[in-house]
């Protein structure tokens, strides 16, 4: 990244800057010197001595939580296989997408969800055999390949009408 001062009023503009607006990098993280709230873009981000902190990359809900408690911001969290485990099937108000995978195999009957779940992931609930009800959220706009392979007492499912995306062969 090149920085061009055209007219020494300008000097301290990137001073100002209270939140990173690209990523930090080893040729970048000079750039920013009175930023409060690093914004990461990727888990490889090098990290600054800041405030608080957000996530703009998907994150587990695990990871989420313990960075919550520490009042940073995680809008992309991604509910995992590990976190139905660790959370025991609950699933928290802020997730936002249902990981690959998470619920495939379990022995469950009925799922709702929170209005905050935009995605759900392929494979999501695959092989969940007795699955015979799920009622998805109003906001969701994808629905990942074979969310729903091998649940064969499910007969129907309601889509929602804000679906953008919807992979052809959802269950099977």
């Known amino acids: 990244m090149n ?5 020494k009023k300008y000097q301290h503009v990137l001073d100002r800057i209270r939140m990173n607006p690209i990523q930090i990098t080893s040729k970048t993280k000079n750039l920013f010197k009175f930023i409060q709230t690093q914004q990461f873009f990727s888990p490889f981000d090098i990290k600054l001595n ?30 995992t296989q590990e976190d139905q485990i660790y959370l025991n099937g609950n699933i928290p108000d802020f997730v936002r997408n249902i990981g690959e995978q998470s619920f495939a195999h379990l022995k469950i009957t009925s799922l709702a969800f929170l209005p905050s779940v935009i995605e759900i992931s392929n494979f999501a609930f695959s092989d969940c055999y007795y699955l015979s009800s799920i009622k998805l959220p109003s906001k969701l706009t994808r629905l990942g390949s074979y969310a729903f392979n091998n649940c064969s007492v499910l007969k129907a499912i309601e889509l929602p009408k804000l679906l953008e995306w919807v992979y052809i062969v959802v269950y099977y």
Do not use: A, Q, R
């Open 3 to 7: 920085i061009i001062l055209v007219c």
């Open 50 to 79: 800041t405030e608080k902190f957000f996530f703009n990359f998907p994150k587990c809900v695990k990871e989420c939580l313990l960075e919550l408690n520490n009042f940073n911001v995680c809008p992309l969290s991604v509910y």
